[in-house]
């Protein structure tokens, strides 16, 4: 079985430029995959290929186990980062055009989103700031429950409170069956909302995991020596070793995955204190866009 | 459910673990009683705000524990028999991981083991003081 968001071996050109470079992911069923990466590491890109925006220079797409067609939107919605909507209609209005188009909108649903997002059905498009206009986009993605979730940024404009509401709505979904594919420059939803995590740099995928793997493999061992630090042997060739920071008599391995092993390593050399610091997402997600390692 | 829970996503410990040790601790210390029937995988997600499968894996793994049972359609419950005993065996785990922890850094620190004796005296006297009265 396909997953229902499926990328493989993705790329992209834009003339010389290669915005997606073989990217290949899935997204299960009733998953959540947070999407980061630096401006202009190919987040954008990725969706617009996923969503037919853009067709890919190589590599296929599949959308619930199908290459896209104009019945796969039924059933999936995309949030774009800046939400597109027709400025001299209302949002009641908006919420017709989907009725009209969605065999799958429940005014229900909708009316529910409208009152959790604090909209006012009747305001112009025009008349919304930002964040509203965000809350609007959610409002008609949410509306037709779809299997399919895309979202670029979705709580851009969102105070803090609607925030976790868009998390709270993706949590909803996932645990409905939806497959979640969302992209965002705040790691700590991210870390809450998601199970897996995709890292992006200069097109390339250059993290896929689950969260709580990469959290169990990835920590900082940091060793204290008398004098200056004795001579390290082959660790920095450990392929569990990320890389090695060393300054005067303090060494500090960054293992990917077996620290035990490695903190068992350093051990023997004898220093005078060792201990093991944990990571959080943001340290990993900054050690793998930074270091050239990976 | 009458205990209360709190995750830090912020934290390097991954969230199942920290949800893991939160339970069980209840379990322990009795806010969680035996036969009690724990929330569905979704409503603790939406409660907690975390991922559903983070915690469809506690609860997974909190069933191979023995610690609770869960069966389809009914939902999951702390388990009658010997729920409390894995649960104290847990907390114990716990427990001993951070006083390892405690002496690991002191000796890293450089003290001796009659000064980290003696700090250990000390601090068991004030916590354990007011238990002898």
Redesign the interface.
Same mark, same amino acid.
């Given at each position: 079985m396909t997953a229902p968001i499926s990328l493989r071996g993705v790329t992209k050109h834009y003339g010389s430029f290669v915005a997606v470079d073989d990217v290949s992911l899935d997204v299960e069923a009733g998953s959540i995959c947070g999407l980061l990466g630096p401006n202009g590491a190919g987040k954008t890109t990725t969706f617009k290929c996923l969503l037919g925006f853009a067709k890919p220079t190589s590599g296929a797409i599949a959308i619930e186990g199908a290459p896209l067609t104009p019945a796969t939107f039924e059933s999936l919605a995309y949030v774009p980062e800046r939400a597109t909507l027709y400025d001299d209609f209302t949002i009641a209005d908006h919420l017709e055009i989907y009725r009209r188009s969605y065999k799958s909108y429940e005014p229900a649903r909708a009316r529910e989103l409208l009152a959790l997002f604090e909209l006012d059905p009747s305001k112009r498009a025009k008349r919304l700031s930002k964040g509203m206009r965000t809350a609007v986009a959610l409002t008609l993605a949410f509306s037709i429950r779809p299997r399919v979730l895309i979202l670029d940024e979705p709580s851009s404009g969102l105070d803090p409170v609607h925030q976790r509401n868009v998390l709270d709505l993706m949590i909803d979904a996932a645990a409905n069956g939806a497959a979640i594919l969302f992209s965002s420059h705040q790691v700590g939803q991210v870390e809450r909302a998601a199970d897996s995590v995709a890292i992006m740099k200069k097109g390339q995928l250059i993290v896929n995991s689950g969260i709580d793997d990469l959290k169990t493999g990835e920590k900082i061992i940091e060793a204290v020596f008398a004098g200056p630090a004795p001579d390290l042997g082959d660790l920095a060739g450990d392929p569990r070793v990320l890389r090695i920071e060393q300054v005067g008599s303090t060494v500090r391995a960054v293992t990917r995955e077996g620290s035990d092993e490695i903190a068992q390593r350093l051990f023997a050399l004898h220093p005078k204190s060792i201990r093991t610091i944990d990571l959080n997402l943001e340290e990993i997600f900054m050690n793998a866009v930074s270091g050239d390692q990976r | 459910m009458p205990a209360i829970f709190t995750v830090d %996503? *912020?934290?390097? &410990? %991954?969230?199942? @673990?920290q949800l893991i040790e939160q339970i069980k601790r209840a379990i322990a210390l009795g806010t969680i009683a035996p036969g009690e029937q724990l929330p569905t &995988?979704?409503a603790l997600?939406?409660e907690l =705000? &975390?991922? %559903?499968? =983070?915690v469809a894996?506690v609860y997974r793994e909190l069933e191979r524990d023995g610690v609770i049972d869960t069966s389809p359609g009914r939902g999951s419950f702390v388990r009658t028999d010997g729920a409390g005993v894995e649960a104290r065996r847990a907390v114990a785990d716990v427990a001993r991981a951070a006083f390892e922890t405690a002496v *690991?850094?002191a000796k890293? @620190?450089?003290l001796s083991r009659e000064e980290t004796l003696e700090l250990m005296a000390r601090t068991i006297a004030r916590w354990y003081e007011t238990e002898n009265e």
């Open positions: - | %996503p *912020r934290s390097g &410990v %991954p969230l199942y @673990l &995988v979704k997600a939406l =705000t &975390v991922n %559903p499968n =983070t894996r *690991r850094e890293s @620190l450089g």
